[in-house]
């Protein structure tokens, strides 16, 4: 034992024909540091960045997780650094020649008997909250809006103990845009099934301007309506009845108090586990993610299918580089042509802004030692498990398939949130090496660390510790147990996270690819 806490000089190799591992001491390692193995540093390398197993000549392949991450720029001897200024990106697999199904993963057995306490509604979702929505339909009445909730959530909510929360659905969209313009219908059908997230009841009520362009009808079109035509939904403030400001506030508390009323009448039941709708999704991501909190999560993945459950990832930029690997695990031909035509969607409008994945990986994910986007991709899509992909939903769509999805989004931490409540999540898992204070009002969310030097200094904010698989101390499987458990646990109502604790909710960000005039 020396040095770095106690621990051993240790770096970790994910397959035998990786050609670099990972340094896993914390603050890294100064030159001459010799492993178990025989491998000595030829020079200091920071903790979870690269080390060379071998000389890579010039133009080698660079290869981790058994998959080529990129080509040496120059020649790199054994116990060097690699890091990005000695490496090339690869090209992007071509969508025109993937396989389509030609390894799909047989099925698990099944897993019988697991149940959580949540809230039946009507049109047949299950939340794992019970919370007021009040949705809003343009920007303009946003800060009312607010101001309303305030005052609901201080005079009215304490008298109806059994509803969790009142949340405001605000956004910068509903004017001064492109309504009709190719890609707006993304926005507009987001807001419109966020409105219907089973978290809120399953049914909305909507405050409006009354002279904006997204009219509430547009929003939230009759059929999409599960309450009582009797019963007002729309309050619009420019209407003639609201005399003042404090006339538009009173009618939306007394709105609010009659859904008060509605939701405070429900009580948890018993529902099996396939109620569940898991959304994963990774943020402020380092090379120890796709070796502890990925892959520990998609080992819970594969006991959520297993169960029944539904269970998306999402990160266009961050599955582009390994979507051969995935169209090849996919049910069935359809399925894997519909994952195609979501990255080439996204491939078209990255090129329209002048970009491509390469600007993906963060300043904060580089220094974590992911030197690429397919480093990153290969690490992120480790959160699928090896399920059988099941289907495919466009940003803003409401899942409607059992079993492993793929839930269209951008990478941004926000938008990729906002959009899997809209896909109907009622459950977030959230995986972290850097560290961020990211929440959902919304939905629950579990948050991960691929550190446990992270998970020790936010112990405050991190619910589960994965960094103990990269030590050895526990395994993917006990983690990945670990995590299944406490997603039933806080789906009950049973345990809390640390992000509901200290309400930590970020606000909504709409994927708005259309234009605004």
């Known amino acids: 034992m020396s040095g770095n806490g106690g621990l051993r000089p240790l770096c970790i190799q994910v397959h035998a024909q990786d050609n670099v591992a990972i340094v896993a001491n914390e603050g890294g390692l100064p030159a001459g540091t010799q492993f178990d193995s025989?491998?000595?540093?030829?020079?200091?390398?920071?903790?979870?960045?690269?080390?060379?197993?071998?000389?890579?000549?010039?133009?080698?392949?660079?290869?981790?997780?058994?998959?080529?991450?990129?080509?040496?720029?120059?020649?790199?001897?054994?116990?060097?650094?690699?890091?990005?200024?000695?490496?090339?990106?690869?090209?992007?697999?071509?969508?025109?020649?993937?396989?389509?199904?030609?390894?799909?993963?047989?099925?698990?057995?099944?897993?019988?008997?697991?149940?959580?306490?949540?809230?039946?509604?009507?049109?047949?979702?299950?939340?794992?909250?019970?919370?007021?929505?009040?949705?809003?339909?343009?920007?303009?009445?946003?800060?009312?809006?607010?101001?309303?909730?305030?005052?609901?959530?201080?005079?009215?909510?304490?008298?109806?103990?059994?509803?969790?929360?009142?949340?405001?659905?605000?956004?910068?969209?509903?004017?001064?845009?492109?309504?009709?313009?190719?890609?707006?219908?993304?926005?507009?059908?987001?807001?419109?099934?966020?409105?219907?997230?089973?978290?809120?009841?399953?049914?909305?009520?909507?405050?409006?301007?009354?002279?904006?362009?997204?009219?509430?009808?547009?929003?939230?079109?009759?059929?999409?309506?599960?309450?009582?035509?009797?019963?007002?939904?729309?309050?619009?403030?420019?209407?003639?009845?609201?005399?003042?400001?404090?006339?538009?506030?009173?009618?939306?508390?007394?709105?609010?108090?009659?859904?008060?009323?509605?939701?405070?009448?429900?009580?948890?039941?018993?529902?099996?586990?396939?109620?569940?709708?898991?959304?994963?999704?990774?943020?402020?991501?380092?090379?120890?993610?796709?070796?502890?909190?990925?892959?520990?999560?998609?080992?819970?993945?594969?006991?959520?299918?297993?169960?029944?459950?539904?269970?998306?990832?999402?990160?266009?930029?961050?599955?582009?580089?390994?979507?051969?690997?995935?169209?090849?695990?996919?049910?069935?031909?359809?399925?894997?042509r519909d994952l195609i035509r979501e990255m080439a969607w996204y491939d078209a409008y990255l090129q329209r802004g002048g970009a491509d994945r390469s600007a993906n990986p963060t300043p904060g994910n580089k220094t974590g030692g992911l030197t690429n986007i397919v480093e990153k991709a290969l690490g992120s899509t480790a959160k699928a498990g090896s399920s059988a992909l099941a289907g495919v939903f466009g940003p803003g769509e409401r899942v409607t398939t059992k079993g492993l999805v793929f839930a269209a989004t951008p990478a941004s931490d926000f938008v990729c949130g906002t959009l899997q409540l809209a896909a109907g999540m009622n459950m977030h898992v959230f995986t972290t090496g850097r560290g961020t204070p990211y929440g959902l009002a919304m939905a629950p969310v579990i948050k991960v660390a691929s550190r446990s030097a992270l998970a020790d200094r936010w112990s405050d904010l991190i619910d589960i510790d994965a960094g103990r698989i990269a030590t050895g101390e526990v395994t993917i499987q006990q983690v990945g147990e670990q995590i299944f458990h406490l997603i039933i646990d806080v789906a009950s109502g049973r345990k809390q996270t640390w992000a509901d604790h200290w309400g930590l909710h970020n606000e909504f960000a709409l994927f708005n690819p259309a234009p605004i005039t």
Request: charged share 15%.
């Open 38 to 336: 025989g491998l000595t540093l030829a020079e200091a390398i920071p903790e979870a960045h690269k080390v060379a197993l071998s000389t890579i000549a010039q133009g080698a392949p660079i290869v981790r997780y058994g998959v080529v991450i990129g080509y040496a720029e120059a020649p790199v001897d054994k116990g060097c650094w690699v890091h990005e200024g000695v490496m090339s990106l690869p090209a992007a697999p071509p969508l025109d020649r993937l396989p389509l199904a030609t390894a799909v993963p047989d099925a698990l057995p099944p897993l019988e008997g697991y149940t959580f306490d949540g809230f039946l509604n009507q049109d047949g979702s299950v939340g794992t909250k019970n919370m007021l929505g009040i949705a809003t339909t343009v920007q303009c009445v946003s800060a009312t809006v607010e101001f309303a909730v305030k005052r609901i959530r201080s005079e009215i909510l304490p008298r109806y103990s059994n509803v969790d929360d009142v949340i405001a659905i605000t956004h910068p969209y509903g004017c001064g845009v492109a309504i009709n313009a190719p890609g707006s219908e993304i926005p507009i059908r987001t807001l419109r099934n966020l409105s219907l997230n089973p978290n809120l009841g399953g049914a909305p009520m909507v405050v409006s301007l009354g002279c904006e362009k997204l009219q509430p009808a547009q929003m939230l079109p009759a059929s999409s309506l599960p309450i009582l035509s009797s019963v007002p939904y729309v309050i619009r403030l420019q209407d003639e009845q609201h005399r003042s400001f404090g006339d538009m506030v009173t009618a939306i508390m007394e709105m609010a108090e009659r859904r008060l009323i509605q939701l405070h009448a429900r009580t948890r039941v018993a529902r099996p586990a396939a109620d569940l709708v898991v959304g994963l999704h990774c943020g402020g991501s380092d090379a120890f993610s796709g070796v502890t909190a990925n892959p520990a999560v998609g080992y819970a993945a594969d006991l959520l299918v297993r169960a029944g459950a539904t269970v998306m990832f999402s990160e266009v930029t961050e599955v582009r580089d390994v979507i051969h690997l995935l169209t090849a695990r996919a049910a069935n031909e359809a399925v894997a």
